[in-house]
C-alpha cells in the first residue's frame, strides 16, 4: 500500500491548533486562491482543490494551463473536476428526470471536458469527483450522481476518481439508497482522493462540511477498512472538509471540532497505513 496523507481544510482555527502543536496533518486542503496558499504554506505543506467542472457547457471556463503551473508549484498530484451537469444546461427538464436522451448528453459532456483537461495536465493527473444530489428541485441533474453513469466516464476517460462520501451519502438519501451500497457501485478501482465530512439537514435539506458524527464516522471507518484489505484502490490523502473561510464556513468552523476529530481521522489514517 502506498502511502496515505492526512489532509484539513485551511482555517483559522486549524491554524491556531497547527501553531500551538495541538493536532498533526501531512497537509492542508486550500482552495486556488494566492492568499489562502501562501498563509497555509507558513504552516504545512498544502494542495489545492480547484473548482472545475466536467459536464456543464454553462460553467467557467477552465484554465489548465495556470491550473497546471498552480499543481507543479504546490506539489499537488492532481488536478480534480466535478462530476456535474446543472439544471441550467438543460432547463426543459425536471432535474430528476431520468430520460435516456439527456442521460447520453451529459455523458457526452462530462466526457469532452474530461478529454480537455486530460490534453491540459495529462490524463494521469486528472481526477474525477462524485457531487451531492437533492432530487426534484435540485440545481443538478439526477444524471449526474448515476453510479453508471460515474462508472462509464471514469473509466472511458482513463481518469481517476475522487470519491467525496459526503457528496455519496447525500446523493443516496435523494435516490432512496444505502449509502455503503451506493459508494460501492462507483469506480474505486480508480480511486485517488478520499474527502470525508459529516452530513445533517440544515435550511430544510441534507448537507455537507459539517462535523463528524455517528453515520459519518461509520461511512470513514468502512472506507478505511476496504482501502486497508485492499478492495478498493489508496488514495493519495484523506481530506477532511471541515472549516474553512468566509461566510459559506462561518458556522461550520469550530476550533474545538478540529481540535477533536482531526487527532481521530489521523489516527486512523495512520492504523490504515499500517495494513
Known amino acids: 500500500m502506498r502511502e496515505m496523507q492526512l489532509s484539513v481544510n485551511y482555517s483559522l482555527e486549524l491554524a491556531e ?23 497555509a504554506r507558513e504552516l504545512r505543506p498544502v494542495y489545492v482543490h480547484f473548482p472545475f467542472d466536467a ?33 441550467r444546461d438543460f432547463p426543459d427538464y425536471p432535474s430528476d428526470s431520468t430520460d435516456a436522451w439527456l442521460t447520453g448528453r451529459v455523458i457526452e459532456q462530462m466526457l469532452a471536458d474530461a478529454d480537455e483537461a486530460a490534453r491540459g495536465v495529462g490524463r494521469e493527473r486528472a481526477v474525477l469527483e462524485n457531487i451531492p444530489y437533492f432530487g426534484g428541485g435540485s440545481e443538478y441533474h ?36 444505502d449509502p455503503i451500497e451506493y459508494v460501492e457501485s462507483l469506480p474505486l478501482e480508480h480511486l485517488r482522493e478520499l474527502h470525508v465530512t459529516g452530513v445533517r439537514p440544515h435550511n430544510g435539506r441534507l448537507a ?16 478505511l477498512r476496504r482501502i486497508r484489505a ?15 473561510i ?18 481521530r481521522l489521523w489516527d486512523m489514517v495512520a492504523t490504515a497505513k499500517r495494513g
Open 55 to 87: 459536464g456543464s457547457a454553462s460553467g467557467r471556463r477552465a484554465d489548465f494551463a495556470a491550473a497546471d503551473a498552480m499543481a507543479r508549484d504546490t506539489d499537488t498530484p492532481y488536478v480534480n473536476l466535478h462530476l456535474v451537469t446543472y439544471h
Open 208 to 223: 455537507d462540511h459539517m462535523d463528524l458524527q455517528a453515520d459519518d464516522w461509520r461511512m470513514v471507518e468502512h472506507a
Open 17 to 39: 491548533l497547527l501553531r500551538e502543536d495541538r493536532v498533526h496533518v501531512d497537509r492542508i486542503k486550500c482552495a486556488d486562491w494566492p492568499d489562502m496558499i501562501a498563509a
Open 142 to 177: 439526477r444524471a449526474s450522481v448515476e453510479a453508471a453513469v460515474i462508472g462509464r466516464v471514469v473509466r472511458q476517460s482513463g481518469c481517476g476518481f475522487l470519491l467525496d462520501t459526503a457528496h455519496a451519502a447525500i446523493a443516496a438519501h435523494y435516490l432512496g439508497l
Open 230 to 244: 485492499g478492495d478498493w484502490a489508496t488514495p493519495w490523502t484523506l481530506a477532511f472538509e471541515y472549516g474553512g
Open 246 to 263: 468566509g461566510e459559506h464556513f462561518r458556522w461550520r468552523s469550530e476550533r474545538r471540532v478540529l481540535a477533536e476529530q482531526v487527532p
